[in-house]
């Protein structure tokens, strides 16, 4: 088993930052990719960035230019830095991580972004 842990959520302006965490733990034998979806309630999840095992940071296009995704050397903790952040950007953020064909979630930790 894979526990992930996010933290890092929080209220914050429109314009502000943000840096969330995820960190890894359990049954991990190797570094895998990670990412992390967002949620609205009462909409699906959508991707916002994703990092593979061997470091290629990938976004969809409305976070490009404003979120960086990253990890540390060990693999086990993933970062997403939000600057530039919008209203629109207020969800429910989890982060993913795929190993041996199985996706483990963490809890979600809450971004708010007040106009």
């Known amino acids: 088993q894979v526990q992930l842990v996010e933290s890092g959520g929080g209220l914050v302006q429109a314009g502000g930052s943000l840096r969330l965490s995820c960190a890894a733990s359990?049954?991990?034998?190797?570094?895998?990719?990670m990412g992390w979806y967002r949620q609205v309630l009462g909409k699906q999840r959508e991707l916002v960035a994703a990092i593979t095992r061997g470091g290629s940071a990938n976004y969809v296009d409305f976070v490009k230019g404003r979120f960086t995704i990253s990890r540390d050397n060990a693999g086990n903790t993933m970062y997403l830095q939000m600057n530039s952040l919008k209203p629109e950007d207020t969800a429910a953020y989890y982060c993913?991580?795929?190993?041996?064909?199985?996706?483990?979630w963490g809890q979600g930790t809450q971004v708010t972004v007040s106009s």
């Open positions: 359990g049954s991990i034998f190797s570094i895998n990719d």
């Open positions: 993913f991580y795929l190993q041996d064909g199985l996706a483990y």
